[in-house]
């Protein structure tokens, strides 16, 4: 199995902590292709944010279509999903919804610990997307400025901490996520400080992606996940190009190249 592990920001540090966790998450038999955002923000924190990097995730995808079999999108708040599952003939998940469906599994509310306070109004936007609303138990966050976004489990590891057991004392939280590729790892190393099952966005996402992958149950070939309707279009990528050519040829509905006009 081969999946594709996609940093939504710029940030080679953050790409380094994911590439870091995703290889202690991912069975011996899978095969990881790590990638960062050719353009974009240092690290992800609005919903604007959030749609500058959706693009650039999909130039990755599209960069690799035909040579995965999923799609990890490792940034809190998956930029660009659900759509992006419109794109990829292969399983293509967000290390938020993997989180939530984790913690979902483990416990009947959950908190997320997020690490910065702009960011929780697009998480919570998240959660209610996803379905999860009425599980959220709270969303704490750290409130001081940030050094570096390399260095926040350094710099924050026991706000991080405390801020989950407050979660649990006071929100009723029975899971605590560590939410941002940023944490990813932190939750490995924090686990017998905190009471409840902490819950790492990176492993959950590559955990569960193999799952998916390996349940092998067909791609979307009808249904609002499907393939984008054939229409012109213009200025795309060559490979983002090929790859709407390929989804709509696979979904049979024109011929490849059929909707691109130059």
Known sequence: MRLLVINPNISED??????????????????LVVRTAGHGVEYIETRLESLIAAGAVAELIAEHAGQVD???????????????????????????????????????????????????????????????????????????????IGSVQE??????????RLAVAEDGADVVILAGAPLAGLAREVADEIPVPVVDGIGAGIRLAEAVVGLASGPHRAGSFAAPPLKRRSGLSPALDAALDAAQLAAGRAPQGAGSVQ
């Open 14 to 31: 953050v790409t380094a902590l994911i590439r870091s966790e995703a290889e202690r998450s991912a069975a011996p038999a899978t095969e």
């Open 70 to 148: 999923g799609v990890v999108v490792a940034a809190f708040g998956d930029p660009g999903m659900p759509a992006l599952k419109e794109l990829a003939d292969v399983p293509v998940l967000g290390i938020t919804e993997a989180a939530l469906c984790a913690a979902a599994l483990q416990g009947h509310r959950f908190s997320i610990i997020a690490i910065s306070d702009r960011i929780t109004a697009w998480y919570r936007d998240c959660v209610e997307r996803f379905g999860f609303g009425s599980r959220l138990a709270s969303i704490r966050s750290i409130t001081e400025a940030l050094r570096g």
């Open 155 to 164: 710099d924050f590891r026991p706000t991080l901490v405390e801020l989950a």
